[in-house]
């Protein structure tokens, strides 16, 4: 048995694909013989809908209203904030679309490593005597601005100075003629009636069709005559030029240039990043919230399934109970072997503050019968001083471990309790896992609304089941 590489996932109930009305069962009571949901035979477990429904608890929500738990997959997010990483600025909502996504202020990556630029003076002087303007500057790959004769009067509003820069290019200048070219085009055919023939008949098809028909013809292609086209900045000898270009094969056989790439690179303005809110897909009830400023690092509402279902792992030490320092007692592992039975320790954590009530179910299988020496157990509830290891009374306690150990119980330590599962493998596989139903219940003191009094609450017994897949470690045969 590899207790070094156990691995626990817990099994969430959903396909990734869930309705508003697949409305989650009720918590039952556990039945011995419920099957999985998933099987354990050989490396079923590792196949791929497994893989998308078999989480570690760390990556699983917890949606209260429905008392489920929630993976990636079953989530709906939605954006909570913008924010620019380099500056930490907090963008509005409503200019994050016409501020294309990117941060309004001084925030560039650099064209050649994508690393941040940085706003530096000049090193010339003006004809006053002055500072000649500012660059953008890289301070890994030393990059500047002078590459693409980019330099800038003032040290702040560094991207309304690249926009008038760019607005004073021809290429800027004809793509805005273009689009009030096409805008009127646009606004013309919009004043005209159209009909289901008369789109028919402008179509491209339908004019080659007609095309030497006579007046018909003629008649279709003035009706739908567009204007001819005046560039502003470019005239027909660029487009003879444009024309004439090299061929595109004949360009990737050319050795790379730097320098080309110097020129034709433009800095970009860092993209804006966002802090998304999950709501559960069922009930829309919000699971995560963090907050909404940049600098922030906590969570408003944060419900994860660490924080509300007890944690199961494979221990490979226990602490012992006669030392009064912390020491381990490491616990034996024994070999999976066709046909023998091995004992295997699993501990449960309590993560609340209020005593639960734990019940487990086993299933067995072809591979291996799983027996369950304490079905049922209490989790002591969670407490802070627990974590100083203070000493225990021994005589006290005496009692309480001769009690456990005829349970199936083998230890306890502060909200952690651990059991013994033995095992008899009845083929040899590559990995083993057995599949634990475990249905846990505890009381959750809820203010009472209705009335004034804050110390009146009302008292709800809260039962949350679901299964957990251990995996052990290969099989081998018995040695004879």
């Known amino acids: 048995m590899d207790k070094a590489n156990a691995s626990v996932l817990y099994y969430c109930p959903c396909t990734g694909s869930m309705r508003t009305s697949e409305a989650p ?9 419920q099957k999985p949901p998933l099987s354990t035979r050989g490396s079923a477990v590792q196949s791929g809908l497994a893989a998308m429904r078999l989480w570690p608890i760390e990556r699983l929500y917890y949606c209260d209203d429905c008392s489920e738990v929630r993976c990636p997959r079953c989530v709906v997010e939605e954006p909570a904030g913008y924010h620019c990483p380099n500056c930490l600025f907090d963008v509005p909502t409503a200019s994050v679309r016409s501020e294309k996504n990117r941060c309004a202020r001084n925030c560039f990556q650099c064209p050649l490593c994508t690393h941040v630029l940085s706003v530096v003076e000049h090193d010339g002087l003006g004809s006053d005597g002055e500072s000649a303007g500012f660059l953008l500057s890289c301070a890994v790959c030393f990059w500047d601005s002078r590459a693409i004769d980019w330099v800038f009067e003032k040290a702040t509003g560094i991207s309304a100075q690249v926009e008038r820069l760019k607005a004073a290019e021809p290429s800027s200048k004809e793509y805005a003629n273009l689009l009030d070219y096409w805008r009127s085009v646009q606004r013309a055919a919009s004043h005209r009636p159209a009909t289901r023939l008369s789109a028919a008949a402008s179509s491209t098809a339908f004019k080659h069709r007609l095309a030497g028909s006579g007046s018909h013809a003629s008649a279709v292609t003035t009706a739908d005559a567009i204007p001819p086209y005046k560039a502003a900045c470019y005239g027909n000898d660029d487009h003879e030029r444009v024309a004439q270009q090299m061929a595109l094969d004949d360009a990737r056989s050319l050795p790379f240039s730097a320098d080309q790439q110097n020129r034709s690179g433009e800095p970009q303005r860092v993209r804006l990043h966002m802090k998304l ?56 592992a024994f070999p999976l072997r066709v046909g023998g039975t091995v004992p295997c320790v699993i501990r449960l954590a309590n993560p609340l503050y209020t005593e639960m009530d734990v019940v487990l179910a086993a299933t067995s299988d072809d591979d291996v019968t799983v027996d369950v020496l304490a079905p049922q157990f209490t989790l002591p509830p969670f407490a802070e001083l627990w974590e100083y290891d203070e000493e225990e009374d021994e005589d006290s306690t005496a009692a309480a471990r001769s009690s456990d150990s005829k349970r199936g119980i083998v230890h306890r330590h502060g909200n952690r309790v651990a059991i ?54 290969a099989v081998h045969q018995s040695s004879k």
Not at 290 to 311: D, V
Not at 312 to 324: D, G, H, I, M, Y
Not at 425 to 442: A, F, K
Request: proline share 8%; with cysteine.
């Open 25 to 33: 069962n009720a918590p039952s009571e556990v039945d011995a013989e």
């Open 277 to 332: 809110s999950r709501r559960c897909r069922i009930c829309h009830h919000i699971l995560i919230k963090p907050e909404s400023k940049a600098q922030a690092t906590r969570f408003k509402i944060q419900l994860m399934a660490a924080n509300f279902l007890p944690s199961v792992t494979v221990p490979t030490a226990l602490a012992s109970p006669r030392s009064r320092v912390s020491v381990l007692d490491p616990i034996p």
């Open 420 to 473: 013994r599962l033995d095992l008899t493998p009845h083929t040899q596989v590559d990995s083993l896992t057995i599949s634990l139903h475990i249905t846990c219940s505890h009381v959750d003191d809820m203010p009472d609304i209705d009335t004034e009094d804050t110390a009146s609450s009302s008292r709800r017994i809260v039962t949350n089941s679901f299964w957990a897949y251990i995996s052990l470690g």
